[in-house]
């Protein structure tokens, strides 16, 4: 099980206040944050995933009953002027999430348009260094393996892998592909190595009703595998799926 606890969080962008006392704790493996456009939701996300600094109050994400664990899966953010983070019940530490243990899916998350969907594969897994796990060679096999083509030629459409697109649309410019069919990708490199924890803004978007059935089978069974998966949406059958939701 997981825990997400924010304290006193509060965001400023430009003149407009995005959230202010923003305080939340919430458990489970599908996390939802819900709210009005304009409410903070994305802005909440990459607040977690830490391209963005809260301005005041803490957040943090970590496995319930146990103050650290492999990967240092916790997100703080800095204190309030006047607030120490022991009085607001959370680790003083700041502790930066490590790479390779998160993934990421939405809109302001694009892949390279100029290149094919299997090469911004390569790329993450460059960018991941997972080559200082293996050596590079057997990396760039692996890589190549991710093209998600089973033995006998067949793309394998199953939910953790293409979202349904074929071998062919893996190879073509990200670029050149359909709304829906840029959708499944993004999806599909978020998910591609297996994340400890996932965040999924907006996942639906642009999706057909099979691809969106796919999603939420994958979501589920990353529940199954003890895994976390924090979901950005108004969709209600996707805030649904969720064990806690967070509507700002």
């Not at 200082?132 to 890589?143: C, F, K, P, Y």
């Not at 057909?208 to 949406?233: C, F, G, P, Y």
């Amino acid at each position: 099980m997981y825990a997400l606890k924010l304290a006193s969080c509060k965001k400023i962008l430009g003149q407009k206040t995005v959230f202010s006392g923003l305080n939340a704790e919430l458990e489970g493996f599908i996390l939802g944050i819900a709210g009005a456009n304009g409410s903070g939701k994305s802005t909440l996300v990459k607040c977690l995933v830490g391209l963005v600094t809260l301005d005041e109050g803490l957040a943090e994400i970590r496995r319930t009953g146990e103050p650290r664990w492999a990967g240092d899966l916790e997100y703080s953010d800095k204190l309030g002027k006047d607030r120490r983070a022991d009085e607001l019940g959370m680790d003083p530490e700041i502790i930066t999430l490590t790479r390779g243990t998160f993934g990421v899916s939405a809109p302001w998350m694009n892949a390279y348009p100029e290149l094919s969907v299997k090469e911004n594969l390569t790329f993450l897994a460059d960018l991941a260094d997972l080559g200082a796990l293996n050596d590079r060679a057997g990396q760039r096999e692996s890589v190549d393996a991710a093209s998600y083509t089973e033995p006998s030629g067949q793309t394998n459409s199953t939910p953790q892998n293409t979202f349904g697109l074929s071998s062919d649309d893996l190879t073509k410019p990200v670029g050149s592909l359909s709304s829906g069919q840029q959708q499944k990708a993004r999806l599909m490199l978020a998910g591609a190595f297996d994340p400890e924890v996932l965040f999924l803004d907006e996942p639906d978007s642009h999706l057909d009703e099979e691809s969106i059935e796919h999603l939420h089978a994958w979501i589920a069974e990353r529940k199954n595998q003890s895994k976390l998966t924090i979901i950005a949406s108004n969709q209600p059958r996707e805030l649904a799926l969720c064990d806690g939701v967070l509507t700002l």
